[in-house]
């Protein structure tokens, strides 16, 4: 076997890195063989320290909408940094941001920002728990919201992928006042909260969930928590993190016309820089120190360079709504013909598909929910992640994630994943 740098690399980082990686998603665990460390990224390709290139189906996790190194907001960044790089006090460019979320994500009545996904949802709960003062909160089966401690009960993500969706770590007590639910299911909740009556302050979930593979809601459940929030006085937060500004520009509240009291963002809100934020009713939000008692904080949280890539990232997102007509149409082209390679090969399985995200799952039964998602053969699911990196297509190294599409996978991109893609289909049943 020929010794790669990325190999080479790997072999050093494990010396000084858990696993040799920053982030558990990135190990090469589920699919074997090792991560292939990467150099740049252009457009809707990534490329890798023995240049090969490869074309991107995650895009940095979901950030990378318009593709990598985008001109606009590179631009921004390098303009921004002329001025300084942190200044630990107000500016300008934050009202900019908050005012341009609030109109996006019109539920959003206020909000604050943060650093990440998992400063938002752990700031969220918090809030929710501070002005109803309840305790308990429901979160769903395989659906992932960070790694605050009270999400890593039945976390999806890494730790479905590593094996361990309930991390040690985590006290007893903390894990008390998670209550879980299967997704897609209004029986489970109603039955939750008649057993917890009046001790439940908030309900946290993906709308869309992502993090078990892509699964979609069944028509009226999403209608069917809102009701049952209202009629409870639960807040119900919807963790848009991934979905927020790509299903839709307002994200899954907007394409399923139903309004959370919180809203969770992340990831494209940052345009690939660090970024998170979480927002919503007023009368929520103001519980938020320093107007209110609720305390969170942070060192770097409204930092001036990342909320000039995020403002100008949401700046051209609210200006060009086609980008979503576009990134439908790649979805579109991408999942037809993976479904017509799949009939013609007299293969069933299940292709999940909303918008610009997808996941194919190596099963033929329906995926509702997380135990559904994890009937899928994740060994075959390896062999078809392996065929495909071969053929220089990467694709997210676990099952249990959905694919990213960004705007830069041209109509000869998508035909040239689709032939790597049938030919890889063609070599794992060979
Ligand atoms: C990625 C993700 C998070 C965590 O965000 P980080 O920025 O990785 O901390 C939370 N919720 C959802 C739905 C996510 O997809």
Redesign the pocket.
Known sequence: MQITRSKILFEKAKNYIPGGVN?PVRAFRAVGGDPIFIKKADGAFIYDEDDNAYIELINS??PMILGHNNPMIKEAVIKAMENGTSFGAPTAREIEIAELITQMVPSVEKIRMVN??????MSAIRVARGFTGKDKFIKMEG?????GDSFLISAG?GAITMGAPDSPGVTKGTAKDTLLAPYNDLVAIENLVTANKNEIAALIL?PV???MGLVLPKEGYLEGLRKICDKEGIVLIF?????GFRLAKGGAQELFGVTPDMT?L??IIGGGL?V?AYGGKKEIMEHVSPSGPVYQAGTLSGNPIAMAAGLTMLQYLNSHPETYLQLNEIGDKLTTGINQSLSKLGLKYTLNHLGSMYSLFFTDKEIFDFASAKQSDTVLFGKYFQAMLKRGIYLAPSQFESLFLSTSLTDELIAKVLQANEESLMEIHS
């Open positions: 982030s996790w979901g990440s996904g998992t400063e938002a949802t659906h992932y919201h960070g790694h993500s993906e969930p992502g993090n963790d848009e993190v991934m979905t969770t992340g990831k660090p998170g």
